[in-house]
Nanobody
Framework: QVQMEESGGGSVQPGGSLRLSCVAS????????MGWFRQAPGKEREGVAA????????YYADSVQGRFTISRDNAKNTLYLQMISLKPEDTALYYC??????????????????WGQGTQVTVSS
């Protein structure tokens, strides 16, 4: 059974940092492009970052470029998102996802095959 479980969310003040993790099980995530998406209340889901199966390429949304870093440890079937200089507009439910496609960008969410349940990130003073 395929599962993806996020952790690491929480509440931080503006300027703070968080590191999200996503552990995949039931399949070998090393063959998949992995990504992070987020959805804030009343807004559409948006792609945040993505990384190729071997980690050679990474992609970021303009809104997080320079502040967020996506990485993966294929030996542990784990995906990470290091977030620094967090802003209130980063507040959202963050999801990890996996796709069999290797894309030249984050790609649309409907191209991703597997999804986690999400972890909440709240940035507020």
């Amino acid at each position: 059974q395929v599962q993806m479980e996020e952790s690491g969310g929480g509440s931080v003040q503006p300027g703070g940092s968080l590191r999200l993790s996503c552990v995949a099980s039931g399949y070998s995530s090393s063959n998949y492009q992995m990504g992070w998406f987020r959805q804030a209340p009343g807004k559409e889901r948006e792609g945040v970052a993505a990384i190729w199966p071997g980690g050679a390429r990474t992609y970021y949304a303009d809104s997080v470029q320079g502040r967020f870093t996506i990485s993966r440890d294929n030996a542990k079937n784990t995906l990470y998102l290091q977030m620094i200089s967090l802003k209130p507009e980063d507040t959202a439910l963050y999801y990890c996802a996996a796709t069999i496609y290797m894309m030249s960008g984050i790609g649309r969410g409907d191209l991703y095959n597997y999804w986690g349940q999400g972890t909440q990130v709240t940035v507020s003073s």
